[in-house]
Nanobody, 122 residues
């Protein structure tokens, strides 16, 4: 079965950096667009960023543009999220997601990971 496993979350001070990873198994990774979502306490899950199957297309929600970078390594079946200049409002559980269609992975992806907590302190 498809498994998406996030790692790399933790506690960081404002202005700091974290790198999240999402390791995929049970699917042909290069056939899937990938994405990151997040859910802050008391809020709904929101789209953060996505990347196309070969990594040629990306998009970001406005609040993270210029601070976050999504990437993938299809030889390692892994996607990454480099998060710089972190702010307290970035505090959330971060989820990776997969779907065959780039246009869908940012809205209703077929597969989800379990999430990893990111906490940004003042």
């Amino acid at each position: 079965q498809v498994q998406l496993v996030e790692s790399g979350g933790g506690l960081v001070q404002a202005g700091g950096s974290l790198r999240l990873s999402c390791a995929a198994s049970g699917l042909t990774f290069s056939d899937y667009a990938m994405g990151w979502f997040r859910q802050a306490p008391g809020k709904g899950r929101e789209f953060v960023t996505r990347i196309s199957r070969a990594g040629l297309m990306t998009s970001y929600t406005d609040s993270v543009k210029g601070r976050f970078t999504i990437s993938r390594d299809n030889t390692k079946n892994t996607m990454y999220l480099q998060m710089n200049s972190l702010k307290p409002e970035d505090t959330a559980v971060y989820y990776c997601a997969a779907d065959r269609v780039y246009g869908i992975v940012g809205t209703t992806p077929a597969y989800w990971g379990q999430g990893t907590q990111v906490t940004v302190s003042l």
